[in-house]
């Protein structure tokens, strides 16, 4: 009888997780998928200048880190209304989608817009967003300790803390104009 007890509890504790994975499934794809979805067919095939350079996936993180961790936290599981980076709408979308995205943000759903921030260091983003494995739930972001800085400031050539300086740090549904 006590088994059979376990069981049941397990059997509903089960569907109740289920459940909610299928909810929060639907939310990320509601919060993600329309607004990338507007994006315009010219932009779908826009190629990334820094697909997976370990520097840019660095400098990247580093971006994330200081513009997008605090709505989307620091494992990019979003927090809130922030979206889970590493759901499939994002990590489906073309980086071409994602850097149009972070362009015009979603003001209307708290997502600031970062047109403010330079092309490069949005590309970095992207970058960093397409290095995370969209899978494992527990996993740490990567600690990286070090950085390449380069004095160019090209977009195919420029990484690391050179494109960092000056960055403005904004808070999540910020939405300073920059000049």
């Not at 990320?28 to 190629?47: D, E, F, H, M, T």
């Not at 709408?89 to 149009?100: I, Y």
Request: a positive charge.
């Amino acid at each position: 009888m006590p088994s059979t007890r376990l069981a049941v509890r397990f059997l509903v504790l089960s569907g109740l997780a289920a459940t909610l994975a299928i909810a929060q499934s639907q939310r990320q794809l509601r919060i993600v998928s329309g607004p990338i979805a507007k994006a315009p067919v010219s932009v779908r095939n826009w190629k990334n200048p820094y697909e997976q350079q370990p520097a840019a996936i660095k400098a990247g993180e580093k971006l994330f880190r200081q513009h997008c961790a605090q709505c989307h936290g620091e494992d990019a599981r979003g927090m809130g209304k922030a979206a889970d980076l590493r759901s499939a709408p994002v990590q489906n979308a073309t980086s071409g989608e994602l850097v149009w995205f972070l362009r015009g943000g979603n003001p209307a759903k708290g997502m600031p817009s970062w047109s403010g921030l330079p092309l490069q260091r949005r590309w970095q983003i992207v970058t960093f967003l397409k290095s995370l494995p969209p899978a494992v739930r527990a996993q740490e972001l990567p600690v990286h300790s070090e950085v390449t800085a380069h004095s160019s400031d090209d977009a195919a050539g420029s990484t690391g803390d050179s494109l960092l300086l000056g960055a403005p740090n904004r808070t999540c549904g910020g939405l300073v104009k920059m000049e």
